[in-house]
Each structure stands twice: as C-alpha cells, then as structure tokens.
C-alpha cells in the first residue's frame, strides 16, 4: 500500500513539475526581454482592428470561433479598447476595456467582466496580463483566472493565446489573430 501511495505522490509531483515548468503558464516576461519589434499598447492596439479566433475546451476540442472587431483609442497613458464579438453559435458580445499605462513596463486594465484589475507587463515583442473573468451567465456565470498573451510579429500582426483556469485546472484555451482591419476607413 505504501509502494502505491509514494507512486502516486511522484506521478503528481511530475505532473505539478510539468505544469509549472514545461507549459504556457512557465513562461516569463523576461524570456523576451530582447526580442522586437518592441509592442507598444499605444501604437499595436489602436485604431480598427480584426481578430479572429478558435476557443478550445478542457478535451482540447475547438468549440467556438469568434470575430471580433475592435476599435483601440489612445489619449496619452490611457487608452480604450472596444471589442465586438460575433461567435460561429451565433452569440454576440461587446467588452470595452479601460487601459492605464504604469512605470516599467507595466500597465492595468479593465473591464465591466473583470474582477478587479487586469495586470500586465510589456516585454519585447510580447505583452503578458493576467485577471480573473466572469462568464455570461449563458456560458454558465464561473469565474476563471486568464492569463493572456500578446506576440507582435514582424509584419504587425498580433498572436493571441490565452488559457482560462478554475481552481488551478485549465478548463479553455484561445489562440486569435489580430491586425489592422484591412476594411477601415482611411
């Protein structure tokens, strides 16, 4: 019985060691700390811009896919972020956020959703941000922990992935692109 019992401690020992240094969650903001183009909020998250995106769920199955237009407006170190969402199940859902720019780096965000405030870092080519969620109460009303992170390429899109968790287990993941709407007006 005892054999078992340190077997089964070592399997979750390996799996917690996994989580916490072999995954998404492992990265660092520091990892790309000399990698460009430089992201800037100000100047990658304004004006119009098209996303679209797969959402995953806990199985690893997309389950939905969405378009989002947004709209990001900048006055000085506050910005604004408008995000229309159009879902393949037919769903629509607007967030605005409300971006604060801070020292080192850093800045806070939110969002009617947000519990709090979003935090996140600048680094690189790479924005990392991290907050607790509430789910429309059509999508079951839980409240997840995300952490969010932005790739800016060399051409100006944006890679998106995020992974939302509950009580530590990811239970979805979202992978989106995002780029200057080829449609606005200019």
Not at 63 to 86: C, H, I, K, P, Y
Not at 103 to 118: C, L, V, W, Y
């Amino acid at each position: 019985m005892k054999i078992i019992a340190v077997v089964l401690l070592f399997l979750l020992l390996l799996v917690i060691a996994k989580s916490m240094f072999f995954s998404f969650r492992a990265q660092n903001p520091a990892d790309y700390s000399g990698t460009g183009p430089q992201f800037s909020l100000p100047d990658h998250l304004n004006g119009e811009i098209l996303s679209e995106g797969l959402i995953f769920g806990p199985n690893g199955k997309m389950t939905n896919s969405f378009v989002a237009r947004m709209v990001g407006e900048w006055d000085g170190q506050t910005g604004t972020l408008s995000e229309d969402f159009t879902y393949s199940n037919g769903k629509q859902q607007s967030r605005k956020w409300f971006l604060t720019l801070g020292e080192g780096n850093s800045f806070t965000a939110t969002a009617d959703d947000i519990i709090g405030e979003a935090r996140g870092i600048i680094s690189g080519s790479t924005v990392k941000m991290e907050y607790r969620i509430v789910l429309p109460e059509d999508s079951g009303g839980h409240v997840l922990d995300v952490t969010d992170w932005l790739y800016l390429t060399r051409d100006g899109a944006i890679m998106n992935k995020s992974e939302l968790r509950k009580f530590g287990l990811k239970v979805a993941e979202l992978v989106a692109t995002m780029r200057p709407d080829p449609n606005a007006a200019k």
